[in-house]
């Protein structure tokens, strides 16, 4: 079996998944998620769906060629493998309790 990536990209995450949930509806934006510090984290290509699943988990890409951008960590993009993805804010574990990563 194929292991399956998980690509951390300042406070986003995307975790590669087997297959897309059911009734989603794709959307036209390239912009994944804005960074936390206003800074979009976006692609040139592939297929975005968003979805807010729960606090953490808002969305899924479908990647084919495709690149992911963000100004500060990849501004010439970095290549992500073909593959589904579930989008998700990056989380980190205090003696508060979890809470959104800001990068």
């Known amino acids: 079996m194929?292991?399956?990536n998980i690509v951390r990209h300042g406070d986003?995450?995307?975790k590669q998944i087997k297959e897309l949930p059911q009734d989603l509806k794709e959307t036209?934006?390239?912009i994944l998620l804005k960074g936390s510090h206003e800074h979009n984290h976006s692609i040139d290509k592939?297929?975005?769906?968003?979805?807010n699943v729960d606090k953490f988990v808002f969305g899924y890409l479908v990647a084919e060629d495709t690149k992911l951008f963000h100004d500060e960590h990849s501004p010439k993009g970095a290549e992500l493998e073909?593959?589904?993805?579930?989008?998700r804010r990056q989380v980190?574990?205090?003696h508060a309790g979890m809470k959104q990563v800001v990068d």
């Open 2 to 4: 194929k292991n399956l």
């Open 12 to 14: 986003l995450i995307l």
């Open 28 to 30: 036209k934006t390239k």
């Open 46 to 51: 592939g297929k975005v769906y968003l979805k």
């Open 82 to 87: 073909n593959g589904i993805y579930e989008l």
């Open 92 to 94: 980190e574990y205090t």
